[in-house]
């Protein structure tokens, strides 16, 4: 039996998996930490849509205050590195910025399922959906999508986090459903998105036209 036969995963949870040995090793160190760049490092400077799912799918977990933020900067940053054809790197001030211990570990368990899972239903198809060709399309979109993490509205950025995850998932798998389904779902993610801006904007209107017909004239 060869090692191929052996082992029954595919190339996309293999790469995962390699990627995931790494973290789990700094993570079991007692003065474990990982910053933004020393994911990059163990992703690899030239895997930028591997970096968008890892980076995605860690967005769709919890975090503290500004944490989303940060994701959605480094996505976009990584859209736009994809775009110009640079290798990966960060802004200073995000790439210092450490990934807390106990979301890195949730990222451990989370990814190696979120991978398996996702790659049960997927397989080569529709691979012109997938080419390599369309990757300055996949960069703007996802960089449009990082953009839609920015906002600090809570429950709005986890379509587009897991759109973008699935569409990674479905250039490496050259699984073009997969990538018109990731699109789909991000897309729904900013149209919701959208409306809940519109609401806020709303109400914020409402509640200052009302103030001001309370107040007494100065």
């Known amino acids: 039996m ?5 082992d029954p995963r ?3 949870e293999l790469m995962v998996a390699t990627v995931l040995d790494r973290i789990r090793a700094i993570a079991e160190k007692p003065d474990g930490r990982l910053t933004c760049d020393g994911l990059i490092e163990i ?7 591997l970096a968008i799912l890892v980076f995605s799918a860690l967005n769709l977990l919890p975090g503290p205050p500004g944490y ?22 960060l802004w200073a001030f995000v790439g210092k910025r450490q990934i807390p ?15 398996r899972v996702i790659s049960r239903f997927s397989s080569p198809r529709l691979s012109v959906l997938a080419a390599p060709q369309l990757m300055a399309v996949i960069a703007v979109m996802s960089f449009i999508f990082g953009v839609a993490m920015l906002v600090p509205i809570p429950f709005t950025n ?19 459903l997969a990538v018109l389904v990731g699109t789909a779902i991000g897309i729904v993610g900013l149209v919701l998105l959208a409306l809940a801006l519109w609401i806020v904007l ?9 103030i001001q017909q309370e107040l007494p004239d100065l």
């Open 43 to 49: 992703v690899g400077t030239d895997s930028h849509i």
């Open 10 to 12: 595919t190339p996309l």
């Open 158 to 176: 986890t379509l587009p986090s897991l759109g973008l995850a699935i569409v990674g998932v479905g250039m490496l798998n050259r699984d073009g």
């Open 202 to 210: 709303t109400l914020t209107f409402l509640v200052s036209e009302v």
């Open 101 to 115: 211990l106990a979301i890195l570990l949730r990222l451990l368990e989370f990814l190696a399922a979120f991978t």
């Open 68 to 89: 989303s933020i940060v994701i959605g900067l480094a996505i976009m940053a990584f859209a736009v590195m994809m775009l110009t054809r640079k290798p990966l790197r």
């Open 2 to 6: 060869t090692a191929q036969q052996a």
